[in-house]
């Protein structure tokens, strides 16, 4: 019996990530396939097309067996940060066998060789990524421009794809974890996660929550049931990061109005001083898009940019981070669905694993300070989530602590 392990989003799910699965059992012969999905805001820094539970649910009419969440603090960094935080927590299960992931490329000896130099960080890396650093670009690009630097310029139609970027992290995770767990690449089918126009059975995310926006019917798109759990979302205006803009402004009005030695700002994951300075003088009132083009640079990417918003909305520090690191990352696993005859599997979790399954939300206490902090930011936005949904949506869901696993027969 082997188990294969897939982190993702859900956003929503679709015919791409079924293909996957299904590609995945053929090579691996699994009995069972586990997720790690992201909660209810997504790596780009915006809030998901329906909650996690909705979306786990989903996932499991999909075929998966069981769906866990990524903590808030991994599932809004950065392709690293999202990549370690998953793969952490999938090796302290302690019974998955293959992790599957999705890219542009079946290059697994380049994606080796590159993980390897961002796992061992030799000296010649080390130089590289310092120099780059050292004249203004930020650390994902300095990082690029050093692995271009040691194994040729050729490698940049590889490392710059967005998929391949986030498996090259997984598997550079898995490295400084001395996982056992075995990666599978599978070359994605469709056009590219961020194409935004339906092109087949196999469409894109960003194009299906497109055709959602458009009222079309998106049906063919995804696999059968898989849209019953959104019934009350799918023909409502989509969650929008422009909600978000009350929060953000009120964190900037804060940081200007009341002076302190060091701000939240200051301490904001992923804030660089560039942005910082930009934020302090930013013509205020404003709506979160034209804050966003305000503060996006040649350095900085938009998604970082909307990332950054959303961490100072959430209050995730780079304490927070550090934190993480130094303590492996969790201490538990968040149950959000379930598929009924696969019981066991949670039971096999429980008895090998070194993390607590979270099933009865009002009964668990963390018992260490990560565990905490991560519990206390997963609560976080989960309510800052819901009041989004209900000032806009009318739409009105459970608190984290209220909120029951869904367990399923699909």
């Keep these: 019996m082997s188990i294969v392990g897939v982190i993702a989003e859900y956003n929503p799910f679709h015919n791409g990530h079924k293909y996957l699965l299904d590609e995945a059992a053929k090579i691996t012969r699994s009995e069972y ?15 998901a097309i329906a909650d996690k539970y909705s979306r786990a649910e989903s996932a499991i009419y999909g075929g998966l067996d069981a769906v866990f969440e990524l903590p808030v603090l991994y599932a809004t960094g950065s392709s690293r940060d999202f990549a370690m935080g998953g793969v952490a927590l999938m090796d302290k299960m302690n019974v998955v066998d293959y992790i599957v992931f999705g890219a542009e490329d079946e290059e697994m000896g380049i994606f080796d060789e590159v993980s390897s130099i961002l796992a061992e960080e030799p000296e010649e890396y080390k130089k590289q990524l310092n120099d780059y650093i050292s004249k203004g670009l930020s650390f994902p690009a300095a990082s690029e421009k050093a692995i271009k630097k040691i194994m040729g310029e050729s490698i940049n ?43 087949g059975k196999h469409s894109s995310a960003t194009a299906i929550r497109n055709a959602i926006t458009d009222g079309k019917d998106i049906t063919e798109y995804v696999p059968k049931n898989t849209l019953k759990p959104y019934k009350n979302y799918i023909k409502k205006e989509l969650p929008d990061a422009n909600w978000l803009t009350p929060y953000i402004n009120s964190r900037i009005i804060y940081d200007r109005n009341l002076k302190r030695e060091i701000s939240m700002l200051d301490m904001t994951l992923d804030m660089t001083q560039e942005i910082l300075n930009r934020l302090r003088k930013a013509p205020l009132p404003t ?4 804050l966003a083009d305000y503060l996006k640079t040649k350095n900085i990417t938009m998604t970082r940019v909307r990332r950054i918003l959303l961490h100072m909305v959430l209050g995730i520090s780079k304490d927070d981070r550090e934190l993480a690191k130094s303590s492996g990352y969790g201490e538990y696993l968040n149950l959000l669905a379930v598929n009924k005859k696969s019981t066991g599997l949670i039971k096999m979790i429980e008895e090998k694993g070194a993390l607590t399954i979270i099933n009865k939300k009002s009964e668990f206490k963390p018992q260490t300070e990560i565990g905490s902090r991560l519990w206390d930011l997963d609560k976080l936005s989960t ?3 819901n009041q989004l949904l209900y000032e806009n949506l009318k739409i009105r869901n459970r608190g984290e602590l209220t909120s029951t696993v869904k367990t399923v027969l699909p």
């Design 157 to 199: 139609e590889i490392i710059s794809k967005p998929n391949n970027i986030l498996v090259i992290s997984y598997i550079t995770a898995l490295k400084k974890l001395n996982s056992k767990i075995k990666p599978i690449i599978i070359r994605r089918n469709d056009s590219g996660y961020l194409n935004s126009e339906l092109t």
């Design 383 to 385: 309510d800052i989530y």
């Design 287 to 290: 709506k979160y898009v034209e």
């Design 33 to 47: 396939s586990i997720s790690i999905m992201s909660g209810n805001f997504m790596q780009r820094g915006t809030p």
